[in-house]
């Protein structure tokens, strides 16, 4: 049989998992090693649709600094992350920028905003 070991990042705790594909079990797999329901929804989803959030970097004229630090405002899908840095790369704002403000709005159709992290001050 078929395992893979995760480490769960839900939680402080840090459970290490053990993931193994079963046909009988209702989601596909069993999954081991969990102290708390989490853990558990952790691996599944790991197996089935990873997301990630996603920390970066937009350029930004205007501004006492050249870049200015963003984010996804929930996780997308793991594979779509190389294509949304393709996108974020090609993007450039004007200062002034508020903290929160959308840079990126439904990025590649996920439902997830790229939003500012920092207000950037016009010089």
């Known amino acids: 049989m078929s ?4 480490i ?3 939680c402080p705790l840090g459970c290490r998992l053990t ?3 079963d046909v009988s079990a209702e989601s596909g797999y069993k999954i081991y090693g969990n102290k708390c329901p989490r853990g558990h929804a952790y691996a599944l989803k790991e197996m089935t649709a990873p997301t990630r959030m ?3 970097t937009v350029k930004i004229s205007g501004s006492h600094l050249s870049r200015l630090p963003v984010k996804t405002d929930a996780p997308i899908p793991k594979t779509l992350i190389f294509e949304a840095m393709t996108l974020i790369n090609e993007v450039a704002v004007t200062a002034p920028i508020k ?4 840079v990126i709005e439904n990025i590649l159709g996920t439902g997830s905003n790229i939003v ?3 207000t950037m001050h016009a010089k």
């Open 54 to 56: 996603l920390p970066t």
């Open 99 to 102: 903290i929160g403000d959308i």
């Open 116 to 118: 500012a992290t920092r």
């Open 19 to 21: 993931v193994e594909i």
């Open 3 to 6: 395992s893979r070991k995760l």
């Open 8 to 10: 769960c990042i839900v």
